[in-house]
């Protein structure tokens, strides 16, 4: 009802970021065509959907699939598989119209102004990574939407208490697990939370409600757990599991330690531990125990990476409109900053500039890094609240935020700004809220004249 009596102040922003989506995927169609909303992931998930129409099931090159989850594949088959690739293109931009919108709510149901709500939401409908991503073949578009339902779903109970809330943010969450499980580690953090609020306030409330939602979560997954505990895949979500994290992480261990690329680290290992057999957990941990150092490092590198990430030189050079200076794909210079080798990378990078491509990613880099900047400062501003209620939603965003960054550690140095693409319009929210304080704050500071 809330989000149908704020359509008529909503419904420019809306319309404005269908239009501009429409308008790119126009451009991409005439002057690339259909391979542009194609991407290496995208074979797989077509190939998946396909499975399914033909009633062959969950099969990929005649296998039964247990990487991936049924939601996107099923999204996709519904909506005619690899002979509609344009029309499912079109239907997600639909969709994804729906995140501003979206937006708006999340920034009035934390408390910010009507202002503050209104330009994070018109940000979200025109900032390149939200308007880009929603047009490939690609979940993140769809798997956003029902990811900032299920924050506002979890809000509404957080503030009101009702178990109809608590019921409908289980099954939003379920769905989620069910089209890209990334955040099937979060009710460890809620476990965690909840016993912490219990204890404090002296109330089972918080617990019983915690085991409502995960008995929830549970009964709705336990179907896909179950079907690929019986074809080999694990009693999981995902075959990806502890030890392809760890796999991951040895691998940006040795490429920080022997100053080498991500790609020959990883070839060295998959010598090491053969990756067509199941991975040696026990061997994987014991080497990134030998490098605490190292892996402290990585871990942290890592974190930085994924709220700092951009892809605005990515996008261009994708379609071979922004060539890669010579050499740059053997190793970027990035690689020498994480290795520690500032100067080298300094003296690498002054060397590039002449490049149009280096110049471009520097500035996405410093705009994403202010942009996160603010971020964590807005958020730090909200867990310091001393309104219970409104303190317990940031809460609740914050442990999102350190479930998503802990998640993202599996792929290493491979971390890339799509990963981002859900959290950008929390971003937004809290970063254009920091913004209006830092700007209160500066015009408090400067002589006033007259």
């Known amino acids: 009802m809330e989000i149908c009596n704020s359509w008529k102040k909503l419904r ?35 190939g998946l959907a396909d499975s399914l129409r033909q009633g062959h099931g969950f099969w990929f090159h005649d296998v039964a699939y247990t990487l991936r989850t049924p939601g ?4 996709l088959a519904a909506l005619g598989g690899s002979s509609s690739i344009q029309f499912i293109s079109i239907i997600q931009i639909i969709i994804a119209s729906a995140i501003p919108i979206l937006t708006y709510h999340i920034a009035r149901q934390l408390g910010f102004t009507e ?5 994070a939401a018109w940000i979200t409908a025109l900032e390149p990574h939200m308007v880009y991503y929603s047009i490939p073949i690609l979940p993140d578009a769809v798997f956003t939407v029902f990811f900032l339902l299920f924050i506002l779903a ?6 009101k208490q009702k178990r109809r809330d608590l019921l409908f943010a289980s099954a939003l969450f379920a769905t989620l697990l069910y089209i890209k499980p990334v955040l099937q580690a979060f009710p460890f953090y809620l476990a965690i939370a909840a016993v912490i609020i219990a204890f404090s306030k002296k109330t089972w409330r918080p617990i019983k409600d915690f085991i409502v939602f995960s008995a929830i979560v549970f009964l709705l997954a336990f179907p896909w757990m179950f079907r690929n505990a019986q074809v080999g895949g694990g009693f999981s979500m995902s075959s990806q599991g502890p030890a392809l994290v760890a796999f991951k992480l040895a691998t940006s261990v040795m490429s920080l330690r022997d100053h080498i690329t991500f790609d020959e680290a990883e070839r060295i290992l998959e010598t090491r531990w053969d990756k067509a057999t199941p991975i040696p957990i026990k ?5 990134l125990l030998q490098y605490p150092t190292e892996l402290a490092r990585v871990l942290a590198m890592n974190s930085i990476l994924l709220w700092t990430s951009q892809t605005y030189t990515y996008i261009p050079n994708y379609y071979g409109f922004l060539p890669l200076p010579p050499a740059y794909t053997e190793r970027p210079p990035s690689v020498l900053l994480l290795q520690g080798k500032v100067m080298e990378f300094g003296r ?6 002449r490049y149009p491509y280096i110049p471009l990613a520097i500035i996405g880099k410093l705009l994403w890094t202010l942009v996160a900047a603010m971020f964590f400062y807005g958020l730090l501003k909200g867990l310091m609240q001393k309104n219970e209620s409104a303190w317990a939603l940031h809460v609740f965003v914050a442990l999102l935020v350190l479930c998503y960054t802990m998640t993202t550690w599996i792929d290493g140095f491979n971390v890339e700004a799509r990963l981002r693409y859900p959290f950008n319009p929390l971003m937004f929210v809290y970063g254009t809220a920091a913004a209006v304080l830092v700007l209160r704050s500066l015009r408090k500071m400067l002589p006033s004249y007259g």
């Open 72 to 75: 996107y594949p099923a999204f």
């Open 283 to 287: 061997e994987v941990s014991a080497y």
């Open 12 to 46: 420019k922003i809306f319309w404005t970021g269908l239009i501009i989506r429409f308008l790119l995927l126009a451009v991409l169609m005439i002057f690339i065509g259909e391979s542009a909303l194609l991407f290496s992931d995208t074979r797989e998930y077509l």
């Open 348 to 353: 690498e990078m002054l060397s590039l500039l």
């Open 115 to 119: 202002r503050i709500s209104i330009i």
């Open 154 to 159: 979890g809000m509404h109970y957080v503030q």
